[in-house]
């Protein structure tokens, strides 16, 4: 940099014209050594800042506890922002992507604050607030991609922010990329609002929000209209979806497999292929909620074994692991059959599951 060598010149020409002994120096070299340091921290934070990628918003809400956007937006960099969609019922279920919003930039760095605001129809209720994101995360996840042969290059990228909204405030977001990969990344608990001026948004609103809430809710499934009457709206459902285990898959065949498809019940969701297959490794997931392996039978053909698990029973058998310790999710397979069996092994014990629903599929 021109300017500390400007300056090391500096304090070599006034030690010669003030005279000045090195104990004397030493308070203005320390100030220098300071600066450096400062000015590195600096240059390293503005080079981070430049850091841009391609992604959009999206959002998204369970099926049967729709709910609305009133405003909501991603903010990034300094001043840069970028709207959630909104204007619609957002019932496309948890997890799930919805609207998309390709205005602005398309090239932008990750976003460091969520603001949003909505309904909840179910509650006939608004939330909202500003949240905080993790952007030393969100930027590592974007830089970094995952492997993907499927895409150019074997990596593949995240592409959309997805908001969730579900009731009782639960506010979740995810990264979203190819192949369906999905990471998540916060979970917030939104404060209630006592009121949004939605005839802003819809001046031609005549009878007001509470008539367009009833429409909605009229078109809920009949078990559902039951819970809102008692007032048992299963708060905090999707806030324990989130529990994590410490556990991996484990394929046991004499076939050989292709990949495996590993979907959540907390709605992260990856996939595992050629190498990677020899390498898993017990990190914290969630609960298992569908898994599809793609192997090759005894005539070389090709086959999508889908096992869906049974959501009670998963969270009873996976709570079955103690607090520190490992486990395996086995799959047993045979390429002479279409059926697949499965159990969680914890140390030397092994516990069946019973509810599992198992499909096969040739290509």
Known sequence: MVWVRNLISMIREKEKEWFLTRDQLKPMKQLFTLLIIVSSFTLSSCQ?????????PTECAPANYPAQIYKGSLLYGEKGSIYIPDGRAINYGWGESGSVNIAGEQMKEVPHTLEISWLSFAEKKNYGGKFELDTKKIDSLFAAGYPDDSEEGGKGNYHSVKVGMAPGGDLVVWLAGSRSKQVEVGFFKAKPIESLDWKKIYPSMEDGIGAYIDVIVKKLP??????????????????????????????????????????YFNKERDFVFGEGLQHLSVKPNAVIEELSVYWLDDRNRELRTEIKFDEQEAFTVFSKIPQGEEASLVVVLDKTKKDATVHLKVKDKEVPFQQIKVQSFYK
């Open 222 to 263: 009949d078990s559902v209209k039951e819970q809102i009457a008692a007032g048992k709206i299963p708060f905090g459902y999707w806030e324990s979806l989130r529990k994590r285990y410490n556990w991996k898959p484990e394929i046991q065949t004499n076939a050989k497999v292709l990949r495996i498809d590993l979907d």
């Open 48 to 56: 981070e800042k430049m850091k841009k990628y391609d992604w959009i």
